[in-house]
Protein backbone atom coordinates (compact mmCIF):
# COMPACT_ATOMS: atom_id res chain seq x y z
CA UNK A 1 0.00 0.00 0.00
CA UNK A 2 1.53 3.17 -0.74
CA UNK A 3 2.45 5.35 2.16
CA UNK A 4 0.40 8.52 2.51
CA UNK A 5 2.00 12.44 2.58
CA UNK A 6 1.16 12.49 6.04
CA UNK A 7 3.18 9.04 7.12
CA UNK A 8 6.06 10.48 4.69
CA UNK A 9 6.30 13.45 6.81
CA UNK A 10 7.92 14.30 10.13
CA UNK A 11 6.62 15.57 13.49
CA UNK A 12 7.35 19.65 13.74
CA UNK A 13 10.34 20.05 15.15
CA UNK A 14 10.80 22.22 18.06
CA UNK A 15 11.21 25.23 16.17
CA UNK A 16 8.27 24.77 14.35
CA UNK A 17 9.37 23.67 10.75
CA UNK A 18 9.35 19.75 10.41
CA UNK A 19 11.46 18.25 7.96
CA UNK A 20 10.13 15.50 5.47
CA UNK A 21 11.66 11.93 5.68
CA UNK A 22 14.40 12.74 3.39
CA UNK A 23 17.87 11.72 4.76
CA UNK A 24 19.70 14.35 5.65
CA UNK A 25 22.33 13.94 3.26
CA UNK A 26 19.48 13.96 0.30
CA UNK A 27 18.38 17.15 1.44
CA UNK A 28 21.79 18.49 1.14
CA UNK A 29 22.01 17.35 -2.21
CA UNK A 30 18.59 18.40 -3.07
CA UNK A 31 19.15 22.47 -1.93
CA UNK A 32 22.33 22.01 -4.25
CA UNK A 33 20.67 20.88 -6.91
CA UNK A 34 18.13 23.26 -6.52
CA UNK A 35 20.40 26.29 -6.00
CA UNK A 36 22.49 25.30 -9.39
CA UNK A 37 19.23 24.59 -11.40
CA UNK A 38 18.00 28.08 -10.48
CA UNK A 39 21.27 29.94 -11.20
CA UNK A 40 21.45 28.68 -14.67
CA UNK A 41 17.71 29.95 -15.40
CA UNK A 42 18.94 32.97 -13.43
CA UNK A 43 21.50 33.54 -15.80
CA UNK A 44 19.06 32.59 -19.16
CA UNK A 45 16.80 34.55 -17.80
CA UNK A 46 19.69 37.48 -17.62
CA UNK A 47 20.81 36.80 -20.93
CA UNK A 48 17.70 37.48 -22.91
CA UNK A 49 17.44 40.35 -20.20
CA UNK A 50 20.61 41.70 -22.27
CA UNK A 51 18.78 41.87 -25.67
CA UNK A 52 16.76 44.65 -24.61
CA UNK A 53 19.78 46.95 -22.70
CA UNK A 54 23.46 47.57 -23.88
CA UNK A 55 25.55 44.78 -22.57
CA UNK A 56 27.41 45.89 -19.68
CA UNK A 57 25.12 48.87 -18.74
CA UNK A 58 23.59 50.16 -15.70
CA UNK A 59 20.55 49.36 -16.37
CA UNK A 60 21.81 45.92 -17.95
CA UNK A 61 23.27 44.88 -14.88
CA UNK A 62 20.04 46.09 -12.70
CA UNK A 63 18.36 43.95 -14.74
CA UNK A 64 20.57 40.92 -14.24
CA UNK A 65 20.49 41.44 -10.71
CA UNK A 66 16.29 41.66 -10.44
CA UNK A 67 16.45 38.12 -12.30
CA UNK A 68 19.13 36.69 -9.90
CA UNK A 69 17.42 37.71 -7.04
CA UNK A 70 13.94 36.63 -7.78
CA UNK A 71 14.76 33.22 -9.78
CA UNK A 72 18.50 32.32 -8.11
CA UNK A 73 18.00 33.49 -4.41
CA UNK A 74 14.04 33.75 -3.82
CA UNK A 75 13.64 30.42 -6.41
CA UNK A 76 16.42 28.26 -4.60
CA UNK A 77 14.79 29.50 -1.18
CA UNK A 78 11.16 28.78 -1.68
CA UNK A 79 11.35 25.26 -3.80
CA UNK A 80 13.68 23.79 -1.24
CA UNK A 81 11.76 24.91 1.58
CA UNK A 82 8.63 22.93 -0.27
CA UNK A 83 10.45 20.47 -0.83
CA UNK A 84 12.36 19.84 2.63
CA UNK A 85 9.74 20.93 4.91
CA UNK A 86 6.23 20.52 6.64
CA UNK A 87 6.20 23.95 7.42
CA UNK A 88 7.99 26.05 4.57
CA UNK A 89 7.44 29.68 5.53
CA UNK A 90 8.15 29.10 8.98
CA UNK A 91 11.46 27.08 8.02
CA UNK A 92 12.44 30.52 6.37
CA UNK A 93 11.18 32.23 9.29
CA UNK A 94 8.43 35.13 7.46
CA UNK A 95 5.99 33.94 9.96
CA UNK A 96 8.40 35.82 11.99
CA UNK A 97 8.22 39.34 13.00
CA UNK A 98 10.43 42.63 13.36
CA UNK A 99 10.18 44.74 16.66
CA UNK A 100 11.50 48.45 16.75
CA UNK A 101 14.09 47.07 19.35
CA UNK A 102 15.47 45.16 17.23
CA UNK A 103 15.74 47.43 14.54
CA UNK A 104 17.33 49.31 17.00
CA UNK A 105 20.12 47.03 18.27
CA UNK A 106 21.06 46.27 14.43
CA UNK A 107 21.82 50.19 14.30
CA UNK A 108 23.60 49.90 16.98
CA UNK A 109 25.66 46.69 16.95
CA UNK A 110 26.79 48.12 12.93
CA UNK A 111 27.85 51.33 14.47
CA UNK A 112 29.87 49.15 17.56
CA UNK A 113 31.42 46.59 14.79
CA UNK A 114 32.32 49.45 11.61
CA UNK A 115 35.73 49.84 13.05
CA UNK A 116 36.53 46.74 13.92
CA UNK A 117 35.14 45.53 9.86
CA UNK A 118 36.60 48.02 8.23
CA UNK A 119 40.05 46.76 9.78
CA UNK A 120 39.66 43.34 8.30
CA UNK A 121 38.77 44.24 5.28
CA UNK A 122 41.71 46.11 4.94
CA UNK A 123 43.85 43.38 6.24
CA UNK A 124 42.11 41.15 3.49
CA UNK A 125 42.55 42.97 0.73
CA UNK A 126 46.39 43.28 1.62
CA UNK A 127 46.40 39.29 1.95
CA UNK A 128 48.94 37.68 -0.65
CA UNK A 129 49.09 33.57 -1.79
CA UNK A 130 52.58 31.99 -1.70
CA UNK A 131 55.03 33.06 -4.28
CA UNK A 132 53.96 29.37 -6.28
CA UNK A 133 50.37 30.63 -6.49
CA UNK A 134 51.15 33.71 -8.21
CA UNK A 135 48.91 33.13 -10.79
CA UNK A 136 46.34 32.17 -8.93
CA UNK A 137 46.38 35.54 -7.02
CA UNK A 138 46.32 37.54 -10.38
CA UNK A 139 43.13 35.56 -11.62
CA UNK A 140 41.48 36.34 -8.15
CA UNK A 141 42.70 39.88 -8.42
CA UNK A 142 41.16 40.01 -12.09
CA UNK A 143 37.51 38.95 -11.10
CA UNK A 144 38.21 41.06 -7.91
CA UNK A 145 38.45 44.11 -10.22
CA UNK A 146 35.69 43.08 -12.30
CA UNK A 147 33.31 42.38 -9.81
CA UNK A 148 34.09 46.21 -8.46
CA UNK A 149 33.66 47.11 -11.90
CA UNK A 150 30.35 46.27 -12.47
CA UNK A 151 29.35 47.48 -8.67
CA UNK A 152 30.48 50.77 -9.72
CA UNK A 153 28.73 51.00 -13.04
CA UNK A 154 25.41 50.34 -10.99
CA UNK A 155 26.11 52.53 -8.88
CA UNK A 156 26.97 55.01 -11.34
CA UNK A 157 24.46 57.69 -11.09
CA UNK A 158 24.35 61.25 -9.22
CA UNK A 159 20.74 61.33 -9.43
CA UNK A 160 18.01 61.18 -6.47
CA UNK A 161 16.05 58.78 -8.58
CA UNK A 162 19.45 56.76 -9.12
CA UNK A 163 19.77 56.46 -5.62
CA UNK A 164 16.55 55.43 -5.05
CA UNK A 165 16.72 52.48 -7.52
CA UNK A 166 20.13 51.34 -6.28
CA UNK A 167 18.85 51.32 -2.38
CA UNK A 168 15.71 49.69 -3.77
CA UNK A 169 17.63 46.64 -5.69
CA UNK A 170 20.61 46.44 -4.46
CA UNK A 171 19.90 47.53 -0.63
CA UNK A 172 16.70 46.27 -0.11
CA UNK A 173 15.73 43.46 -2.38
CA UNK A 174 19.59 42.28 -2.77
CA UNK A 175 19.81 42.03 0.87
CA UNK A 176 16.26 40.69 1.71
CA UNK A 177 16.54 37.62 -1.74
CA UNK A 178 20.22 36.61 0.14
CA UNK A 179 18.98 36.22 3.34
CA UNK A 180 16.29 34.27 2.36
CA UNK A 181 18.66 31.99 0.55
CA UNK A 182 21.52 31.86 2.57
CA UNK A 183 19.78 31.84 6.24
CA UNK A 184 16.25 30.45 5.59
CA UNK A 185 17.13 27.97 3.04
CA UNK A 186 20.80 27.10 3.33
CA UNK A 187 21.38 27.52 7.15
CA UNK A 188 18.28 25.67 8.14
CA UNK A 189 18.94 22.86 5.83
CA UNK A 190 22.63 22.37 7.15
CA UNK A 191 21.28 22.70 11.29
CA UNK A 192 18.49 19.95 9.92
CA UNK A 193 21.08 17.10 10.63
CA UNK A 194 21.34 15.15 14.06
CA UNK A 195 23.75 16.45 15.77
CA UNK A 196 24.73 19.17 13.92
CA UNK A 197 25.53 22.05 16.26
CA UNK A 198 23.41 25.30 14.97
CA UNK A 199 26.89 27.70 15.65
CA UNK A 200 28.66 25.14 12.87
CA UNK A 201 25.47 26.03 10.82
CA UNK A 202 25.79 29.60 10.96
CA UNK A 203 29.40 29.97 10.35
CA UNK A 204 29.18 26.92 7.46
CA UNK A 205 26.21 29.04 5.81
CA UNK A 206 28.41 32.75 6.11
CA UNK A 207 31.37 30.91 4.82
CA UNK A 208 29.30 29.62 1.33
CA UNK A 209 27.65 32.73 1.46
CA UNK A 210 31.08 34.77 1.10
CA UNK A 211 32.40 31.82 -1.15
CA UNK A 212 29.91 32.59 -3.71
CA UNK A 213 30.31 36.39 -4.00
CA UNK A 214 34.05 34.60 -5.91
CA UNK A 215 35.63 38.09 -4.37
CA UNK A 216 38.58 36.52 -1.92
CA UNK A 217 39.75 39.73 -0.95
CA UNK A 218 36.49 40.37 0.53
CA UNK A 219 36.24 36.72 2.03
CA UNK A 220 36.60 37.45 5.66
CA UNK A 221 34.54 40.50 6.58
CA UNK A 222 31.73 39.15 4.07
CA UNK A 223 31.98 35.80 6.56
CA UNK A 224 32.07 37.86 9.15
CA UNK A 225 28.87 40.35 8.49
CA UNK A 226 27.09 36.37 7.19
CA UNK A 227 27.76 35.06 10.56
CA UNK A 228 26.02 38.33 12.31
CA UNK A 229 22.63 38.01 9.99
CA UNK A 230 22.52 34.05 10.15
CA UNK A 231 22.61 34.25 14.54
CA UNK A 232 20.10 37.03 13.54
CA UNK A 233 17.69 34.32 12.36
CA UNK A 234 19.38 31.68 15.47
CA UNK A 235 18.10 34.58 17.82
CA UNK A 236 14.91 36.09 16.54
CA UNK A 237 13.56 33.46 14.38
CA UNK A 238 12.76 36.16 12.05
CA UNK A 239 14.24 36.54 8.44
CA UNK A 240 12.96 39.97 8.42
CA UNK A 241 15.53 41.02 11.15
CA UNK A 242 18.57 39.55 9.50
CA UNK A 243 17.16 41.06 6.04
CA UNK A 244 16.60 44.42 7.44
CA UNK A 245 20.95 44.27 8.78
CA UNK A 246 21.76 42.83 5.07
CA UNK A 247 19.57 45.74 3.69
CA UNK A 248 20.81 48.37 5.87
CA UNK A 249 24.55 47.08 5.31
CA UNK A 250 24.14 47.22 1.27
CA UNK A 251 22.16 50.53 1.55
CA UNK A 252 24.96 52.57 3.26
CA UNK A 253 27.41 51.30 0.77
CA UNK A 254 25.05 52.57 -1.40
CA UNK A 255 24.34 55.59 -0.32
CA UNK A 256 28.09 56.08 0.73
CA UNK A 257 29.26 56.04 -3.05
CA UNK A 258 26.37 58.06 -4.32
CA UNK A 259 27.91 60.78 -1.46
CA UNK A 260 31.55 60.41 -3.36
CA UNK A 261 29.99 60.18 -6.71
CA UNK A 262 28.47 63.61 -5.85
CA UNK A 263 31.85 65.07 -4.25
CA UNK A 264 29.94 65.32 -0.89
CA UNK A 265 32.01 62.92 1.15
CA UNK A 266 35.85 62.23 0.62
CA UNK A 267 37.03 59.48 -1.18
CA UNK A 268 38.81 57.63 2.24
CA UNK A 269 35.88 58.19 4.27
CA UNK A 270 35.15 54.04 3.89
CA UNK A 271 38.43 53.61 5.90
CA UNK A 272 36.67 55.04 9.34
CA UNK A 273 39.03 53.63 11.79
CA UNK A 274 41.71 51.93 9.79
CA UNK A 275 45.14 51.73 11.62
CA UNK A 276 47.34 50.87 8.57
CA UNK A 277 50.83 50.93 10.69
CA UNK A 278 50.63 49.74 14.55
CA UNK A 279 48.40 48.58 17.19
CA UNK A 280 44.96 48.63 15.54
CA UNK A 281 43.41 50.58 18.73
CA UNK A 282 40.29 51.19 17.03
CA UNK A 283 39.46 47.76 15.91
CA UNK A 284 40.23 46.62 19.54
CA UNK A 285 38.32 49.14 21.36
CA UNK A 286 35.05 48.27 18.68
CA UNK A 287 35.32 44.80 18.99
CA UNK A 288 35.35 44.86 22.69
CA UNK A 289 32.35 47.14 22.59
CA UNK A 290 30.24 44.73 20.61
CA UNK A 291 31.61 41.71 22.32
CA UNK A 292 29.83 43.99 25.40
CA UNK A 293 26.90 44.65 23.73
CA UNK A 294 26.17 40.83 22.42
CA UNK A 295 26.85 39.30 26.28
CA UNK A 296 24.68 41.91 28.23
CA UNK A 297 21.98 43.40 25.94
CA UNK A 298 21.27 40.66 23.00
CA UNK A 299 18.64 39.14 25.02
CA UNK A 300 17.02 42.78 25.29
CA UNK A 301 17.30 43.18 21.83
CA UNK A 302 16.87 40.43 19.83
CA UNK A 303 14.79 38.12 22.02
CA UNK A 304 12.48 35.20 19.84
CA UNK A 305 9.98 37.39 17.31
CA UNK A 306 8.82 34.44 15.74
CA UNK A 307 5.12 34.08 15.28
Known amino acids: MATTLKQRRRPSSPSGYGFTQLSYGRRLLLLACIFVA???LAGSASTLAA????PGSRECLIATSV???IIGFCGTALLTSIFVSTSPLIMLGMRGRITARALLGVLLMFAAGLPMLNQVTWWNTQMHLPAFMHQVEAVMRQMEESALSATSTMLDSKTIGGLIVNIIVIGVFTGFSEELCFRGAIQRVIASGTGVNRHMAVWLAAVIFSLLHFQFFGFLPRVLLGAFFGYLLLWTGSIYVSAAAHALNNSLYVLLHWLQLRGDVPENVD???V?????PAYACVSLALLICMLVGLRRYFFSSSAS
Open 275 to 279: TIHGF
Open 67 to 69: LQN
Open 51 to 54: SFYP
Open 38 to 40: MMV
Open 271 to 273: SFG
